[in-house]
């Protein structure tokens, strides 16, 4: 087994300048002349920090949730789940609490390491165990990007009908391709402003649809369809997770951790709860208003229902609310390549952008396949990446406050790319599918219901994977780590 001892190491914190990949200086040059970011998954060097106006960091998050997928993921409470106002309300604010912690947590590691969220994965995993969570999360980026350019294009179709669903698909994935594939720097400029137009659509939205909200809650929801509602929030606000750092790595790490925990925060809690509140109201108003009803469930057909009366202003604000996406799928496209730079040298040398450009191409393709069935995929997705992102962030969180004691300069920064340096990651590999595991039995899914899911509710079971994959992942992790160190850490 691998030396484990790294904490003995003399520890190198963010205030070197850590090595980028030499890729050549011409070619550099070129895309630095583009104003396209090179820097891939090097830790960032204290010369390249600049200092984020603090809002940045609340704007980044603004801009990416203040979106009309959020508006799509809250439909679901009423659409899929058939509950009442009440209770979605505050499945809504609960469940975007919980699956929101990690995502401002792991946000406060960028300035202090200076790091990618996959690099500081290996400090866990282990550089091959890191593999299998890059995987995922590239899986998760992709289907991310998928989801959301089929409500753009429902949006498009929407507007006019005679452009397919298809090529409105196409249209958003092209914008968010050319944002995401300048980098860190673009995308923190575009996020800063992007949630300002949105934030007055859904605002006016809110306005015209609030008059026929159903807000009857006399009559009881069934408790599977809460645990499985409750679930697919989770899935969507803790979709972050895997790239919170991400958009942090270039701070100076005397940034503080509790402005920028209480920024993130912020900067995902308000338009999350705003916008699905308004998803799961305008959904719920179906019942009062025969042209939402016509809608049929989809997401372009409410909106412009409910924006129809401003006629062709209305239509304007479609078109807006449909550009939305590219808000929040370049984040998205962006650290997908981040991702597969992870696969060692080779895959590094090969620059982000033109993994970024590889990634639209496969989501568009996703997209268009998923189209016929969305609203049951999306749901299914939502909750997937709730089951392995809960037992990820339960074992990177237990590593870092338990084992390191929430310290950073028990990581050594200068070993992120030395796998004999880094944990073995045999524990935390073995809690994720412990994980995963805990996830089975108590998954409520249409292809599949698990044994616990369906012990709370016949006959489709209610959702609790996700808190499963944590109680699982982490007290598998807390046993198996404290044995590797005891007993398999080489002693200096």
């Known amino acids: 087994m691998a030396d484990l001892d790294i904490e003995k190491k003399e520890i190198v914190v963010a205030t070197t300048d850590a090595p980028a990949v030499d890729d050549g200086a011409s070619s550099t040059a070129d895309y630095d002349a583009l104003g396209v970011e090179v820097r891939g998954i090097a830790p960032v060097p204290l010369s ?39 209770d979605g309300l505050l499945l809504l604010i609960f469940f975007n609490i919980l699956g929101i ?12 390491l200076g790091m990618r969220q ?45 452009v397919p669903i298809e090529a409105g698909i196409a249209i958003i994935a092209v914008l968010t391709t050319i944002v995401a594939i300048f980098g860190y720097k673009v995308i923190h400029h575009f996020e800063r402003f992007a949630w300002i137009p949105m934030l007055f659509i859904f605002l006016c939205v809110l306005g015209l649809s609030a008059q026929y909200w159903y807000t009857d809650s006399s009559t009881p929801s069934d408790v599977g369809d809460i ?15 895997s790239y919170a750092a991400d958009y942090n790595a270039y701070q100076p790490p005397e940034s503080n951790s509790v402005v920028v925990f209480i920024l993130t925060f912020l900067g995902l809690f308000i338009p999350l709860f705003f916008v699905e509140l308004i998803g799961f109201g305008v959904a719920l108003a179906a019942y009062n208003n025969d042209d939402y009803a016509a809608a049929n469930g989809s997401t372009g057909g409410i909106l412009s229902a409910v924006l129809a009366p401003w006629g062709g202003f209305g239509k304007f604000l479609m078109v807006l609310i449909a ?3 590219v808000a929040n799928n370049v984040p998205n496209d962006y650290s ?87 944990p073995s990651g045999i524990p ?16 409520s899914e249409v292809w599949y219901i698990g044994v616990v ?24 992790y807390l046993i198996l780590r404290s044995v590797e160190l005891k007993f398999f850490t080489k002693k200096e």
């Open 48 to 86: 390249k920090r600049e200092k984020l106006n603090p809002w940045g960091v609340f704007t980044m998050w603004m801009s990416s949730n203040m979106v009309v997928s959020s508006f799509a993921t809250g439909m679901l409470g009423s659409t899929l789940f058939y509950l009442n106002f009440r």
């Open 101 to 112: 912690l990690p995502p401002a947590i792991f946000s406060t590691f960028g300035p202090k």
């Open 118 to 162: 996959m690099v500081l994965t290996r400090y866990s995993f282990g550089y091959y165990g890191t593999y299998l969570i890059s995987l995922l999360n590239i899986i998760a980026c992709l289907g991310w990007s998928a989801v959301n350019v089929v409500v753009g294009g429902q949006v498009i179709n929407g507007i006019n009908s005679n």
């Open 227 to 241: 645990l499985s509602f409750g679930g697919t929030i989770y899935g969507f606000a803790t979709g972050w997770t």
């Open 323 to 325: 550009l939305s996406i």
């Open 336 to 422: 997908l390549g981040l991702s597969m730079q992870t696969y060692g040298r080779f895959m590094e040398n090969i620059k982000r952008i033109w993994w970024t450009l590889f990634g639209a191409v496969i989501y568009i393709i996703i997209a268009i396949v998923s189209v016929g069935r969305f609203t049951q995929t999306l749901d299914d997705f939502l909750l997937v990446v709730g089951y392995w992102l809960a037992a990820y962030a339960s074992i990177v969180l237990c590593d870092h406050f338990v084992f390191r004691r929430g310290k950073f300069d028990s990581y050594d920064i200068s070993a992120w790319d030395t796998p004999s340096a880094l």
């Open 428 to 443: 935390a590999v073995i809690a994720f599918l412990a994980g995963i595991a805990g996830a089975v039995l108590g998954m």
């Open 453 to 476: 899911a369906l012990d709370i509710s016949q006959p489709y079971g209610g959702d609790i994977g996700f808190e499963l994959s944590f109680g699982f992942s982490f007290v598998v």
